[in-house]
């Protein structure tokens, strides 16, 4: 993938973090959060770029990435729908609900459905849990006390736009 | 500042805002300017108040009234009633107040609503009261108070040794006491000492850490100085999962207000005391709750925990001597330095003095965050405050400690809730998740969950984790795909000894817990599996059947339009009849039929469609 040539301004913005914090210690994690906010992901190239900039191995650097949950090796899609597989969340049927979005969207997990809009995710406890299921989508909306019912009507909202529209 | 005649508090933790607690804050703001009132008329976004099932909450003060399940519709009455023409509005009245309030009387403030009142809240004093972004209704409240006391009128040894004689123990989980651990720590000679702040609150069904960072997040920096000050670090680290963005960005602001007012930073108070704290965020790998996982992951790194000893206090961050406290216990300690360790003593046990906070999740009445003494029963937990079970059905138990917890069948239920007694009944205090579980829930498939959650968070240092929660996980799904045996049960409980005893960290050594506690317990429910092919819970597909009762079929057709796999037949107005080789068991069909003519059976039935 041609990242480099088509995102000069991505790796600028990049550039930019890391040159404010490259003096601390140990901040190899938050140029990662950082690099994942600006591309969505985090491709090879930008792993090795992080590490050059850093004057860490390539090798160290893929080592923090493929260890943590949160870092994404492949893209997602547009609206990441999380749905969260907490205790409290599956013992209100989360499993069921998680069910219902893959097969209306037709994907497996983690997986980008065709025209880039959604990928699902199983997440780790959200710490809603008094409105158990709890389905996140992007970073803002939460949807509590979800029944499978409802999987059609929250995918149908972000075809047309985002919830409130 | 302009004079405010009514404040009105509205709930933004985590469950209300999932409720719609945004649209209901814009429809507050919207109707106030429109009767001219947005100047007289404060609306504060606070943390969250605990009653999560009753979400969006909102207090209207000076009154000091209650409201429950807000709407904007409900925002816009209660402007125009409540605050502009003075009478409450008794349809969003907090749950039980309805039926007996007249329209004379006084609606019943915090202390008279049993959800409330039974709650001693000392971690939790300012959320859902205070405004979190304000550093000037923290002070209001009594906040820097004790770090004032702290550093201009006590040594650090004298701030240990209240600590220490508080008895305070490390609301984490394990109990450790926290002024030995800050002794310990004192005791190091080294140049640099860190203090780090554990908000990597990872067991699912917890979330009280977060509704401290969201609604309280000046506490933990008072608290994480007072801790610097006491063992001799400058630098202090706060390490949050990335799930939680708000906790981030809340916590930031409380940090660069805390310097602005010189509470942070260098000289604080005038003194020649300095500390500084920083962020460090997670990236959702559950073992960095582990305190050696978790420095691995300040420093940059995998987070992989390490063999102990040395401790963090001798070796820790860096190499350097590090405390490392959890947020609830941090939350705890102003209080006790300013007002005392046999004031905090008063609470709770001899062993486990305070209070602690508990989630309340799943199958219970009142969801949500409560802050109880130690020592207060199961019981009087889970009914008198959580209300029981929404639909009245038996509870049949409780689950804590997460990952690394058990069960507490509900026959054991008068226990008091401290350390010592739920250690022996195999299970363990934890982070304070409890998660509610009745007759629907099935043992062998709660334990499968827990061991499918540590064999993926397993972070693969050592075998006998890496390895072998994985075969403990194999042998439970195969239990609950009816292909088990008793030879299983045998090895599963004889694996998860040896797991038990010959894992590296905390994760491995107490991922067998929720196997050998529902073992002990509920070990019928794993025979019945094996040797009757029944799932007691008829919660396990392989079990189980969905029947028509043709009594009460009335030939709707809601089933068979909902079946995904086209398994239900019948013409119009006549019963229907469900194809078991077809039926893939998602259960759709139950939840569209309003006439209560669809059950689930067990041992499961072989099909009854002639082909």
Redesign the interface.
Known sequence: MAVCETHKELYKELDEFIEKVKD???????V??KAQEIFGWLPQEVQEYIAEKLGLPVS?VH??VT?????ATKPKGKNQIKIC????C???GAD?VM?RFL?ELGVQAEEVTPDGLFSVHP??????????P?VLVG?KD???KV???MVSKIIAAYRRGGRNE | MALTTNTILICAGGGCISAGEESVKQAFERKLKEFGLDTVVKVVETGCMGACSLGPLAVIYPDGVYYQKLTPKAAEKIVEEHILKGRVVPEFLFEGEKEKLTLKEKPRGAEEIPFFARQVKIALRNVGIIDPMSIEEYIARDGYFALHKALTQMTPEEVIKEIKESGLRGRGGAGFPTGLKWELARQQQSDVKYMICNADEGDPGAFMDRSILEGDPHSIVEAMTIAGYAIGAKQGFVYVRAEYPLAIERLQKAIEDAHAYGFLGENIFGTDFSFDIEIRIGAGAFVCGEETALMHSIEGKRGQPRVKPPFPVQKGLWGKPTVINNVETLALVPPIILRGASWFRQFGTEKSPGTKVFALAGKIKNTGLVEVPMGITLRELLYEIGGGHPQGKQIKAVQTGGPSGGVIPAEYFDTPVDYESLGKLGAIMGSGGMIVLDEDDCMVDVAKFFLEFTVDESCGKCTPCREGTKVMYDILDKITKGEGTMEDIEKLEKLALVIKDSSLCGLGQTAPNPVLSTLKYYRHEYEAHVKDGVCPAKRCKAFISYVIDAEKCVGCTACARVCPTNAIHGEVRKVHEIDQDACVRCGSCIEVCRFGAISKVTPAVSSTVAK
């Open positions: 601390k210690p140990g901040i190899l994690i938050a990662l959060h160290e080592g923090v260890f943590y949950n949160f870092f597989l907490g205790t409290a599956y013992v209100k069921r069910e097969e997440v780790r406890c959200l710490g809603a849990c008094s409105m158990a709890v970073e939460f949807y509590g029944t499978p019912d």
